[in-house]
């Protein structure tokens, strides 16, 4: 199984300020074939299910705000949040689509500070 | 509207059965691959079963092989996901999904297993 570690397990940013969250596989995640890494990342807030921000590592999904960025390829992957917002209090999740069985990182808890 | 609900959740005994069901709406079910994800209270996030759009290809996480089986009704729009043999460690939401490769890109908003005696 691929498994996916994410650093840090929770963070606190300062409102404005920019958020960072990596995301390792045990193995790399690119499709030689396409060249696109099968790795996705979701946001999923108190009591709701996970929403989808971005696939393909950094394709942002239609509708979520430009400051969510993703980035990287192989095993290393980033998701970053340039400018803070209220909103954006929740538990990140990456997650691989490239192997059997489907695997997510244990989360990242996100906070204000 | 674009939607996953699910149905069929509830407090079950260890060894026991429970069918879920989800009923999808506002796009071609037909069309979309589908999962069932599931999360245990406070922890994260575990694919559990993956359909193809006719049900031609099925595939598992190995602890639920021979005791979860997931199925499909095209003309009813609904995805299935029957449990037996639960266990404890069973117990969570469980999602309905649509798997647009390589992710999930619909959600619905789940129905809680609870496997106690």
């Known amino acids: 199984d691929i498994v996916m570690t994410q650093s840090p397990d929770s963070l606190a940013v300062s409102l404005g300020e920019r958020a960072t969250i990596n995301c390792r596989s045990s193995q790399s995640v690119l499709y030689s074939s396409n060249n696109k890494n099968f790795l996705g990342w979701y946001q999923q807030k108190p009591g709701q299910p996970p929403k989808l921000l971005i696939y393909?590592?950094?394709t942002r999904e239609s509708g979520v705000p430009d400051r969510f960025s993703g980035s990287g390829s192989g095993t290393d992957f980033t998701l970053t949040i340039s400018s803070l917002q209220a909103e954006d209090v929740a538990v990140y999740y990456c997650q691989q689509y490239y192997g059997i069985p489907y695997t997510f990182g244990q989360g990242t808890k996100l906070e204000i500070k | 509207e674009v939607q996953l609900v699910e149905s069929g959740g509830g407090l079950v005994q260890p060894g026991g059965s429970l069918r879920l069901s989800c009923a999808a709406s506002?796009?071609?079910?037909?069309?979309?691959?589908m999962s069932w994800v599931r999360q245990a209270r406070g922890k994260g996030l575990e694919w559990v079963a993956n359909i193809k759009q006719d049900g031609s290809e099925i595939y598992y996480v190995d602890s639920v092989k021979g005791r979860f089986t997931i199925s499909r009704d095209n003309a009813k729009n609904s995805l299935y996901l029957h449990m037996s043999s639960l266990r404890a460690e069973d117990t969570a939401l469980y999602y309905c999904?649509?798997?647009?490769?390589?992710?999930?890109?619909?959600w619905g908003r789940g129905t809680l297993v609870t496997v106690s005696s």
């Open positions: 393909w590592a950094s």
């Open positions: 999904a649509r798997a647009r490769n390589p992710t999930f890109d619909l």
């Open positions: 506002g796009f071609t079910f037909s069309g979309s691959w």
